[in-house]
């Protein structure tokens, strides 16, 4: 299926990666994040924040806007164009303890850095929005070649965010985000144990509802 961007560039789909099918091998890919991306670690943890009444957190939908469809089929209707309807506001959101979660999720295969390029001002907009209405928020951030997470409280990215708009670093140092931020282990169940730091922002007050 072809998918455009409302300005009508292409979309290009990077290639799924199959899972495998034996149950020891898939747990070895899960544990210490063995081939999973970034975002498929979030969606394994909050099926098993789901399915254990932890937390409710899903992935976002993005509006898709079908401009041309093929009927090859009486019963089967196969998308062939289609544009993104309008730009994406976070990757997740949800409810965990009576508090409303909204974040986003980012890699990044530097080593020392973060360039803040990777988010957008409609992007920093909705969260601003999300944390004044009570919401908790936060961005999930992965070194990939690192193999380290952290969980980053809103504010700090404001202030970076911030400091890069008046000709400040266009980058935000991992010394920095380690000081800033509560750093995650990847495990089994759940792939990513991130709601136990978020619980630990909310104790810390660094996050309020």
Request: hydrophobic letters at 30%; one cysteine or more; charged letters at 25%.
């Amino acid at each position: 299926m072809k998918i455009n961007y409302p300005d009508g560039r292409a979309f290009n789909t990077p290639p799924s990666k199959k899972s495998p099918v034996n149950t020891s091998a898939k747990k070895k890919m899960i544990f210490g994040d063995r081939g999973m991306t970034l975002e498929e670690e979030i969606n394994e943890s909050n099926k098993y924040y789901r399915s254990h009444d932890i937390a409710v957190i899903y992935k976002k939908p993005t509006p898709i806007q079908i401009v041309k469809v093929d009927y090859p089929k009486r019963s089967r209707a196969v998308i062939k164009e289609a544009y993104f309807a309008q730009a994406s506001t976070t990757d997740y959101n949800g409810i965990y303890n009576g508090y409303y979660i909204d974040f986003e999720a980012k890699e990044t295969t530097h080593k020392n850095t973060f360039p803040l390029k990777n988010f957008h001002q409609h992007q920093i907009d909705h969260l601003r929005a999300c944390q004044k209405q009570g919401g908790i928020c936060f961005v999930i951030i992965k070194y990939v070649s690192l193999k380290r997470y952290f969980i980053m409280p809103v504010d700090n990215l404001f202030e970076y965010w911030n400091g890069q708009r008046n000709n400040g670093p266009k980058s935000i140092q991992l010394k920095q985000i380690i000081d800033c931020s509560v750093e995650v282990s990847p495990d089994y169940n759940p792939t990513l144990p991130y709601i136990k730091a978020v619980q630990s922002l909310i104790e810390s007050g660094r996050e309020k509802k």
